[in-house]
């Protein structure tokens, strides 16, 4: 009986580890990135095109949702959240470092939380 | 798991259909635009909103142009009554005209095509200078305009419009439209109109415009699914035009096929079924399926006094397309394939030119877009056509935007046509010309087929002017004929060659643009425009006959802001055209001759509307109101059936000032 649950649970486990590395070619992904204006759009949307896998990239400036579809085959939305940091915009996950915020354009300088 | 992605979606998909709708509610509140320019879009595109289109008198797409710079309106001829359009001083057979993307005007329907949508059915017009897309196949050389009608899920339920005018013209439009469930919906659109009177106000015995009669009626279907992203169109219409001109004692019972008096007639009658179907990918915004099916046929017989012209055609289009990314939206791609099929049988008097063209083709357009500043188009096709043999149609299209608010754009690319050398110049079987076809090698009517190129560049640039707005913009298109179907009226009165091109012929066209906000509300737009137009004939080198070396085109248009929901809105056109190359009659006796160019003359339009609510609104307008009238609008008006009469050649208004009201009633 015991061997049985232990077997169930190992079957289990093996089959959401699956599901787990089943990665998701078209994932839609929406997260938040600050920043201020139209020359922010352009540069997020520049880095996050500049990931691997990131197929369409759209940053809304009056609502700051970041929202792309990425092939998890080939990059993880940390991979991206790390690139829009890069450039200097903080998203949820990723802060900028203080140098890359400093590098921003006067009108960019978003006000960090 | 898989249900929660799927409520996921379902809520997404909700919540940008609400976004949608906010936007919607807000563009109706914001002052919309008459005529937006892009900035962004890579060809050199002008949006034609419905909003522009209330501005002319009385609407079919042929008169929608009139305020537009791109887009050069003659008035309409006293034989067909409808305005013939130019772009890049080229006649609507070198431009494709689309209708949802199902290219429309073409064939048979070339002559008198665009007069067959009623405007109150028009949603939007596109308008592209230059080579356009390969998308919808090979024959656009100047220019392509695609006009989008008026969507079903997204119309109002009841809509009527009636018109009349001092020239005896009535129009109605009524809308109806039902929403049959979440997904599906239909419109009905019923258009009448009616020209019941004779005018002839010159008096020279002939009408100045035609009698006429049109009903036209549309049946629409659209589906939209969002969960599973199906989207679809059925669209049924049934057409009949009839017109009568010629003199005015010409009694068509008695008359016809006699000498008695001069008179014609031209009925249409049309039959269209298209569908659309298009699908977009679960999860894949960006990933589409289209396939575009329509069958029309198109039947008119006509006479001119004793010659008789018959041409029906019968046409199948099938367009199958799919439009995906590589890696990402920066670079996207449209591939697919094209099949057209059509069955001529066109009589002119009693020779037969019966036939059936038909072509198969494959086509990739590759779209570039940085996202910030610049974009590129690179097209191409492949086509195998029965007369047209096999060939490849490439085209470019360039955008760069090297500063704030400014963009450069250029394009150049290649177009090939059958010409259709008795439907495209139809009002020349009302003179006493003999129609003369030199050439009996090619495979068009003995002709060989058009080739052209087409090159352009053009720079807009908007700007703040003691702060308020402005734009001022410049183009220079050239367009290169290879082989062209020559159509000469400079070598005898009594004749009209058709003929292969032998030397050169091409098309200048260079057009500056300025527009400015003078007041609050209050704004001009002016255009200059010129062009070169020059074809070696057999006699030496002309412009081409018609066609004004220089244009200027002025609109001043002021709203009131609206209060109470109700408004005023006014609105004034000029138009200037410069002088005319005639065609050749100096060996007519002298009573019976144009000078060699037309005199430059003025046209002037002028529209009031008063908004009372959202539900009515009441216009008057007068066209013409300078009351221009052509010195001698018909040679050899006294002896119609001699060697001298010719009722084809028309440089300006024949009938004068017109004056016209109308209303339009919604129920939203």
Redesign the interface.
């Known amino acids: 009986m015991k061997n049985l649950i232990l077997i169930t649970m190992i079957a289990f486990l093996g089959f959401s580890a699956q599901?787990q590395t089943k990665k998701n070619k078209?994932l839609?992904y929406t997260t938040e990135v600050n920043g201020n204006c139209e020359q922010c759009k352009?540069r997020i949307?520049?880095a996050a095109?500049g990931v691997?896998g990131?197929?369409?990239?759209s940053w809304d400036i009056s609502s700051h949702q970041l929202t792309v579809?990425l092939n998890e085959e080939k990059a993880s939305t940390t991979d991206l959240n790390k690139a829009i940091a890069k450039v200097g915009h903080d998203t949820k996950e990723v802060k900028a470092t203080q140098t890359d915020y400093d590098n921003l354009h006067s009108c960019c300088k978003y006000e960090r939380e | 798991?898989q249900k929660n992605i799927m409520l996921f979606v379902v809520l997404?998909l909700s919540v940008s259909m609400f976004s949608q709708e906010d936007l919607q509610e807000v563009k109706i509140t914001k002052k919309q635009k008459g005529i937006k320019k892009s900035y962004t879009l890579t060809g050199n595109t002008t949006i034609i909103t419905s909003k522009e289109l209330l501005k002319a008198a009385c609407c079919n797409l042929a008169e929608s142009f009139e305020t537009n710079p791109s887009i050069d309106v003659n008035f309409s001829d006293a034989l067909t009554g409808t305005k013939q359009i130019k772009m890049l001083g080229l006649t609507s057979p070198y431009l494709l005209i689309a209708e949802e993307n199902i290219p429309s005007v073409r064939g048979a329907s070339q002559a008198y095509g665009l007069s067959f949508t009623p405007g109150t059915w028009i949603e939007s017009v596109q308008i592209t200078k230059g080579a356009g897309s390969v998308i919808n196949g090979y024959e656009s050389i100047s220019g392509q305009i695609n006009t989008e009608l008026l969507k079903p899920l997204s119309d109002i339920p009841f809509f009527l419009n009636v018109y009349g005018s001092t020239d005896a013209r009535f129009e109605v439009n009524t809308h109806f439209n039902k929403k049959l469930s979440d997904k599906w919906a239909t419109s009905l659109f019923v258009h009448g109109n009616a020209r019941v009177a004779k005018n002839d106000m010159n008096d020279d015995g002939f009408l100045d415009n035609p009698l006429g009669k049109q009903i036209n009626v549309l049946n629409r279907y659209q589906y939209y699914n969002p969960e599973s992203g199906l989207v679809s169109f059925i669209n049924f219409r049934y057409m009949n035009d009839k017109k009568q001109t010629g003199e005015v004692d010409f009694d068509k019972d008695t008359d016809r096929g006699t000498k008695n008096h001069w008179g014609s007639e031209i009925n249409t009658e049309r039959f269209d079924v298209s569908t659309k179907i298009g699908y977009v990918f679960k999860?894949?915004?960006?990933q589409s399926i289209g396939f575009q099916n329509a069958f029309n046929s198109h039947n008119q017989n006509s006479y001119f006094g004793l010659n008789i012209y018959d041409i029906r055609q019968n046409s199948f289009y099938s367009n199958l397309m799919f439009n995906s990314?590589i890696?990402?939206?920066?670079h996207k791609f449209t591939t697919g394939l094209n099949f057209t099929y059509d069955q001529y049988q066109e009589f002119v008097n009693v020779n037969d030119y019966s036939r059936i063209d038909n072509s198969v083709g494959a086509f990739f357009e590759y779209t570039f877009d940085n996202?910030?500043n610049f974009s590129l188009i690179l097209g191409g096709r492949v086509d195998n056509h029965n007369r047209l043999g096999f060939f490849v149609t490439p085209r470019l299209h360039m955008r760069y935007n090297p500063w704030k608010n400014g963009v450069l754009r250029v394009s150049a690319g290649r177009g090939k046509r059958s010409a259709n050398i008795f439907a495209e110049n139809q009002q020349l079987f009302a003179s006493s010309r003999t129609f003369s076809i030199l050439d009996n090698t090619g495979k068009v009517y003995g002709l060989n087929p058009e080739i052209a190129w087409n090159y352009g560049v053009s720079f807009s640039q908007k700007f703040t002017l003691f702060t308020k707005n402005a734009e001022i913009g410049f183009d220079f298109y050239r367009t290169d004929f290879k082989s062209q179907a020559v159509v000469d009226l400079m070598q005898s009165p009594q004749e009209v060659l058709f003929y292969n091109l032998k030397g050169s012929s091409f098309a200048n066209s260079f057009q500056a643009e300025f527009n400015y906000e003078l007041i609050h509300n209050l704004n001009l737009r002016t255009a200059y425009k010129y062009y070169d137009i020059q074809t070696d004939y057999l006699r030496g080198t002309f412009q081409r006959p018609l066609q004004a070396k220089h244009r200027f085109l002025g609109n001043l248009e002021y709203e009131t802001a609206l209060n109470d929901d109700k408004q005023w809105k006014f609105d004034y056109t000029f138009n200037w055209s410069g002088k005319q190359q005639l065609p050749y009659t100096a060996s007519n006796p002298v009573a019976d001759q144009f000078p060699d160019f037309s005199p430059s003359y003025a046209v002037m339009n002028i529209q009031v509307t008063r908004v009372f609510s959202p539900v009515l609104e009441v216009y008057v307008g007068g066209e013409n109101i300078g009351n221009y009238k052509q010195e001698k609008a018909i040679l050899g008006a006294t002896d119609p059936f001699g060697p001298n009469f010719d009722a084809s050649v028309a440089y300006a208004p024949i009938f004068g000032q017109m004056y016209y009201a109308g209303l339009r009633f919604k129920i939203k």
């Open positions: 599901a078209n839609k352009k949307e520049k095109f691997s990131v197929k369409t990239a579809i | 798991m997404l999860d894949m915004p960006y990314i890696n990402n939206t920066k996202t910030d």
